[in-house]
């Protein structure tokens, strides 16, 4: 890997198109959407998505935009509601994404219109996480039965996606310890509690890293994540630099592959 890769928006686009776009992404912890209304909204990889449980229990995941004028319709990381209401001009959803309402001034002609209703994604749960995909019908993985979930602690980084990604993977293999889910969900067990670090890029510089915990409480990992986001934040200042990212692990050689798969695949044909 280039260190502009870490650094500059180019690569980021591409990840976007090349990555994002096609596979399988975590959205949230299945137990962050607990109770009806419950919802969590995330941009992934410059995909600005949120779901929410219905009052009938299921759970969909949506484009986070307004059929109005395409405007962000949920603007908290996480919250409780009942409807959701766009801030710009008004546009009002239900918690299955149907349109509910509209200012007489900016209300649709046809309000019967099914092109009213928010875009759902192709969405499941599986082992405690809620996975989607823009392309596709998702392919989760499965690390069998989970201990209670114990909560689900968030931290903003300032690093370039891979940056995260490569330092989660880089003192692990594969073994029945931990699995990694290509791109974004790294799995850790270790004897009753199970981790799940999610990566969330938000921009090329800005990732969230979402701990959701099963067997424990999600605040015995603090600081470990606090850990994690020095060394991320060191390491990407390193990239700015110039200095590239040293030889990895199995794990991470295979990572750089699939990116350099992906970055191929991007490139107009000549």
Same mark, same amino acid.
Not at 150 to 163: E, Q
Not at 240 to 250: E, M, Q, R, S, Y
């Given at each position: 890997?280039? !260190?502009?890769?870490? *650094? %500059?928006?180019?690569?980021? %686009?591409?990840?976007?198109? +090349?990555?994002? !776009?096609?596979?399988?992404?975590?959205?949230?912890? &299945?137990?962050?959407?607990?109770?009806?209304?419950?919802?969590? *909204?995330?941009?992934?990889?410059? #995909? !600005?998505?949120? +779901? @929410?449980?219905?009052?009938?229990?299921?759970?969909?995941?949506?484009?986070?935009?307004?059929?109005?004028?395409?405007?962000?319709?949920?603007?908290?990381?996480?919250?409780?509601?009942?409807?959701?209401?766009?801030?710009?001009?008004? #546009?009002?959803?239900?918690?299955?994404?149907?349109?509910? *309402?509209?200012?007489?001034?900016?209300?649709?002609?046809?309000?019967?219109?099914?092109?009213?209703h928010l875009a759902s994604l192709p969405s499941v749960i599986a082992s405690g996480v809620v996975f989607f995909s823009l392309a596709a019908?998702?392919?989760?993985?499965?690390?069998?039965?989970?201990?209670?979930?114990?909560?689900?602690?968030?931290?903003?980084?300032?690093?370039? #996606?891979?940056?995260?990604?490569?330092?989660?993977?880089?003192?692990?293999?594969? *073994?029945?310890?931990?699995? #990694?889910?290509?791109?974004?969900?790294?799995?850790?067990?270790?004897?009753?509690?199970?981790v799940m670090e999610q990566v969330v890029p938000h921009t090329f510089l800005r990732t969230r890293l979402f701990t959701h915990v099963f067997? +424990?409480?999600?605040?015995?990992?603090? %600081?470990?994540?606090?850990?994690?986001? $020095?060394?991320? &934040?060191?390491?990407? @200042?390193?990239?700015?630099?110039?200095?590239?990212? +040293?030889?990895?692990?199995?794990?991470?050689?295979?990572?750089? $592959?699939?990116?350099?798969?992906?970055? @191929? %695949?991007?490139?107009?044909?000549?």
């Amino acid at each position: 890997m280039k !260190s502009e890769d870490y *650094s %500059q928006g180019d690569a980021f %686009q591409a990840e976007k198109r +090349a990555v994002f !776009s096609t596979e399988t992404l975590p959205l949230c912890a &299945e137990g962050q959407l607990a109770r009806p209304g419950d919802f969590v *909204s995330a941009t992934v990889g410059g #995909w !600005s998505v949120f +779901a @929410a449980r219905d009052k009938e229990g299921s759970v969909r995941v949506l484009r986070n935009a307004c059929r109005h004028q395409n405007m962000q319709v949920v603007g908290t990381p996480a919250g409780n509601c009942e409807t959701f209401r766009c801030r710009f001009h008004g #546009w009002t959803y239900d918690l299955q994404g149907r349109f509910v *309402s509209a200012p007489p001034p900016v209300a649709p002609k046809d309000l019967q219109s099914p092109d009213l209703h928010l875009a759902s994604l192709p969405s499941v749960i599986a082992s405690g996480v809620v996975f989607f995909s823009l392309a596709a019908p998702p392919a989760p993985i499965d690390v069998g039965t989970l201990p209670a979930f114990g909560g689900t602690l968030v931290t903003d980084i300032a690093c370039n #996606w891979k940056v995260l990604v490569e330092h989660l993977l880089a003192e692990h293999t594969p *073994s029945a310890d931990f699995t #990694w889910a290509w791109p974004l969900l790294m799995v850790r067990r270790a004897g009753a509690v199970t981790v799940m670090e999610q990566v969330v890029p938000h921009t090329f510089l800005r990732t969230r890293l979402f701990t959701h915990v099963f067997g +424990a409480k999600a605040d015995d990992t603090k %600081q470990a994540a606090a850990t994690i986001k $020095h060394v991320c &934040e060191t390491l990407q @200042a390193d990239r700015a630099g110039g200095k590239p990212a +040293a030889d990895g692990t199995l794990l991470v050689d295979d990572f750089h $592959h699939r990116l350099a798969e992906a970055y @191929a %695949q991007d490139r107009p044909a000549t």
